[in-house]
C-alpha cells in the first residue's frame, strides 16, 4: 500500500471541501478501498474518512411516501430495518444476499454502489491489458480465462466486465435515486444510471466526479410485491452469475406494472424494458409470461464461453416475477 | 518501488478485551495487524488479508467485522474483543466450550474467526435452524471443512444460551440442545467430552 494521510471528517461542508485537494478519496466502510490501495487499483494521497458523520447514517420517511436511506447505513441494518424488510422486500433479500455477515456490518449502502468489477484481469496484481486499470491498454478478459462469467449485455471489445453489487440491481429495479453532494453542489443520479457502460468509456465505473460524495439513497413508492432471485455457483457468501430482481403490481387480476433488473450480465443493473412493458395486461401464471420476459432478451450477446447465460438469465428472471407475484 | 515521502504515523488508542490501549503506527495499519504486530493478541488470524475468508473476525463496538478491512485509524476510540477476550476468569466462552464438544475443528487456524463469528450469529439470533446458522456463518471458510460440526457447536451453544437465558425451561432446553449435536444422547447418554480432554484439545489446536 502506498503511503497516504488520513483525515477523519467531522461535517459533510468539512468533508467536501477535504475532497478539493487532488487523490483524495472518502473513506466508509473501506471494505472496497482497502483491497483497492493494496492491489494498486488506487494510489489515494489522502484518505478523508467520513464513518462518524452522525447526519448520514439515518433511515427516514420521505414525504412522497418513500425512504431515503443515509449513505454510511450499514448493509445489515438496512436489509434488517423493518419498514425496508416491508416496503422493499427485493431490496433486503438482495443485501442479505450480498457478502457477509462480517462484511455487511462495514459495508454501507452508500458505498456498495461503488464496489468494482470483480473481473480477475482488473483485480490483478501484476500488469495485464485492462482498459479500467490502463486506459487503452485492451482487455484481457474478451479471449481470456472465466469468461463463463462475463457480460451478455452491452458490453464491447474494450471491456466485457459485469458490475457485481447485488443491492444495485434492486435499486435499478426499484427505480431508487442516488444523492449526492459535492463542494460545487449535489445532484440526484437515477439509479439506473449511475455505473457507466463501455461505449461511452470503458475507463470508467460510473458517474461521480472527483470529490462527489453519495450521502443517500432514496426510495419511491413501497413496492411490497417485489423479490431477488441471486444464482450462484455455492449456496451463500459467492457472487452472482446472474441474478434478478423482480417487482409488479396487479389490479383486476391482471399485471398493471413491471419492473425486472438483471445482476452480473452487464456493467449496470440491465433493465428489462422491452419485457416489462410485455408484460402489463398478462394474468399472473399464464404462459405469455414467459414470452414476454423472453422478448427482453433480444439485445443479449453472449461472449464465446458464457451463452448459458441467457437462458440461466431469463428463468432466473422469471423465478423472481413469479416469487413477486406471490409476495 | 522506493518512495520518498515521509510516512505518516498515527496515535490510536482502542478498548481492547476491557483495557485501554494506545499505540501509534503507521496510518496504513490495519486493524488486525496493530492486534497482531503491535499487541500481540495473534488470536485473529491473517487469512486472506482481504475479507473472504474471514479468520480475522473480531467484535468492533460489538459487532462482527473482518479485521483486515478497517484501517486501524477507523478504529480509533472504538471497543475491540478478540478471541483473547471471550473467556471470563479462566472459565471458556459457552461458544468454545461448543467448538471443543462438537470437535468443530481440524487444523484450527479458522477456529478463533469462526468462534468471534458464532459470538455474535448467536446474540443476532440467526441460529433458528442448521440452515440459517449455515447462512449467517457463510462469511468464515473452513478449509478443513468441518461445516457440520461448526454448524452443530452454534447450534448447541445457542440453545445453552437460550437455556441460559430461560432458567424455567432449562432442564427441557439441555438435552434438546445436546441431542442436536452428538448422537450418543440419543440412548441417553450426555454428552462424552471430559474437561481432561477439553484441555488437551484446547492447547492442542489453538496455537
Not at chain 1, 452522525?54 to 420521505?62: F, R
Not at chain 1, 491489458?129 to 484481457?140: E, F, I, L, Q, T
Not at chain 2, 467484535?59 to 483473547?84: F, K, M, Q
Amino acid at each position: 500500500m502506498r503511503p497516504f494521510t488520513y483525515v477523519r471528517a467531522e461535517t459533510l461542508p468539512g468533508a467536501l471541501d477535504s475532497a478539493r485537494t487532488d487523490n483524495t478519496m472518502f473513506l466508509a466502510g473501506g471494505t472496497e478501498l482497502l483491497n483497492w490501495a493494496r492491489i494498486g487499483i488506487e494510489t489515494p494521497s489522502r484518505l478523508v474518512d467520513i464513518g462518524r458523520l452522525p447526519e448520514l447514517h439515518e433511515i427516514t420517511p420521505t414525504e412522497d411516501g418513500g425512504l431515503r436511506i443515509g449513505a454510511l447505513a450499514r448493509l445489515n441494518d438496512v436489509a434488517q430495518d423493518a419498514r425496508v424488510e416491508t416496503a422493499y422486500p427485493v431490496f433486503s433479500q438482495a443485501i442479505l444476499k450480498a457478502a457477509s455477515a462480517q462484511l455487511r456490518n462495514l459495508a454501507t449502502i452508500g458505498g456498495n454502489p461503488v464496489q468494482r468489477v470483480r473481473c480477475p484481469y482488473f483485480r490483478s496484481n501484476g500488469p495485464v491489458a485492462c482498459n479500467k486499470r490502463v486506459p487503452g491498454s485492451g482487455c484481457a478478459a474478451l479471449h481470456g480465462a472465466n469468461s463463463e462469467r462475463f457480460a451478455i449485455f452491452g458490453w464491447t471489445e474494450d471491456c466485457v466486465a459485469v458490475q457485481p453489487s447485488d443491492p444495485a440491481v434492486a435499486l435499478a429495479c426499484l427505480d431508487a435515486e442516488i444523492i449526492t453532494e459535492h463542494g460545487d453542489g449535489g445532484r440526484r443520479i437515477p439509479a439506473t444510471e449511475f455505473h457507466t457502460l463501455p461505449d461511452v468509456d470503458p475507463a470508467a465505473h460510473n458517474v461521480l466526479r472527483p470529490g462527489e460524495l453519495i450521502t443517500g439513497i432514496e426510495l419511491g413508492a413501497p413496492a411490497p410485491r417485489s423479490a431477488y432471485v441471486k444464482v450462484r455457483e455455492r449456496q451463500s457468501y459467492e457472487y452472482a452469475l446472474v441474478s434478478a430482481a423482480a417487482a409488479v403490481e396487479v389490479t383486476d387480476g391482471v399485471i398493471s406494472r413491471a419492473r425486472v433488473a438483471l445482476g452480473s450480465v452487464a456493467l449496470r443493473p440491465w433493465r428489462l424494458y422491452d419485457a416489462e412493458a410485455a408484460l402489463v395486461g398478462l394474468t399472473p401464471g399464464s404462459p405469455e409470461v414467459r414470452d414476454a420476459v423472453t422478448s427482453g432478451f433480444s439485445a443479449a450477446r453472449p461472449l464465446s464461453s458464457n451463452a448459458y447465460k441467457i437462458p440461466l438469465a431469463r428463468n432466473t428472471a422469471l423465478r423472481a416475477l413469479e416469487l413477486a407475484l406471490e409476495a | 518501488m522506493p518512495d520518498e515521502s515521509p510516512t505518516p504515523e498515527i496515535t490510536v488508542t482502542l478498548q481492547v478485551n476491557g483495557a485501554q490501549s494506545q499505540v501509534t503506527c503507521d496510518v496504513r495499519t490495519t486493524l488486525l495487524d496493530l492486534l497482531r504486530e503491535r499487541l500481540r493478541l495473534t488470536g485473529a488470524k491473517k487469512g486472506c488479508n482481504r475479507g473472504e475468508c474471514g479468520a480475522c473476525t473480531v467484535h468492533l463496538d460489538g459487532r462482527r467485522v473482518n479485521a483486515c478491512l478497517v484501517l486501524a485509524a477507523s478504529a480509533d476510540g472504538r471497543e475491540v474483543t478478540t478471541v483473547e477476550g471471550l473467556a471470563t476468569d479462566g472459565e471458556l466462552h459457552p461458544v468454545q466450550r461448543a467448538f471443543i464438544e462438537a470437535d468443530a475443528f481440524q487444523c484450527g487456524f479458522c477456529t478463533p474467526g469462526q468462534i468471534m463469528s458464532a459470538v455474535c450469529c448467536i446474540r443476532e439470533g440467526h441460529t433458528g435452524s442448521n440452515e440459517e446458522i449455515r447462512e449467517w456463518m457463510s462469511g468464515n471458510i473452513c478449509r478443513c471443512s468441518a461445516y457440520p460440526q461448526i454448524a452443530a457447536a452454534v447450534e448447541a451453544a445457542a440453545a445453552a444460551t437460550a437455556s441460559d437465558a430461560a432458567p424455567v425451561s432449562a432442564s427441557d432446553e439441555a438435552p434438546a440442545g445436546a441431542s442436536g449435536r452428538t448422537p450418543a444422547s440419543t440412548d441417553g447418554r450426555p454428552p462424552a467430552p471430559t474437561p481432561a480432554t477439553v484441555t488437551a484439545s484446547a492447547t492442542g489446536k489453538r496455537r
